[in-house]
Nanobody, 128 residues
Framework: QVQLVESGGGLVQAGDSLRLSCAVSGRSIREYGMGWFRQAPGKEREFVAAVSWRIDGRPYYVDSVKGRFTISRDNAKNMLYLQMNSLKPEDTAVYYC????????????????????WGQGTQVTVSS
């Protein structure tokens, strides 16, 4: 049974930082790309960031978070992270981590259907 558990969300003010964590069990993430998505109230879930399974771990970001968010992974700990700086009210959402369906594959990191296991989400609220 693969399980993903996010943590680190909370209520912050605009300009503050948060670091989200995602603990994965039941699957070694070493050979899987990983991603973060978010869903704001009344909106569809959207891609935020992803990182390749490759050692160099190339990151991918949605334009709205480039330069502010950093995705990283610790394969030894089976953990995924999202460092969020300069938070804005429009970043308010439930944030989900997910693991890719296919091993050792890149591409289409933006597509939700490329991911097979998801966490339950962690709420991030940014006040103005």
């Amino acid at each position: 049974q693969v399980q993903l558990v996010e943590s680190g969300g909370g209520l912050v003010q605009a300009g503050d930082s948060l670091r989200l964590s995602c603990a994965v069990s039941g699957r070694s993430i070493r050979e899987y790309g990983m991603g973060w998505f978010r869903q704001a109230p009344g909106k569809e879930r959207e891609f935020v960031a992803a990182v390749s399974w490759r050692i160099d771990g190339r990151p991918y970001y949605v334009d709205s978070v480039k330069g502010r968010f950093t995705i990283s992974r610790d394969n030894a700990k089976n953990m995924l992270y999202l460092q969020m700086n300069s938070l804005k009210p429009e970043d308010t959402a439930v944030y989900y981590c997910a693991t890719r369906r296919a091993q050792l594959q890149d591409g289409n990191y933006y597509r939700q259907r490329e991911y097979d296991y998801w966490g339950q989400g962690t709420q991030v609220t940014v006040s103005s």
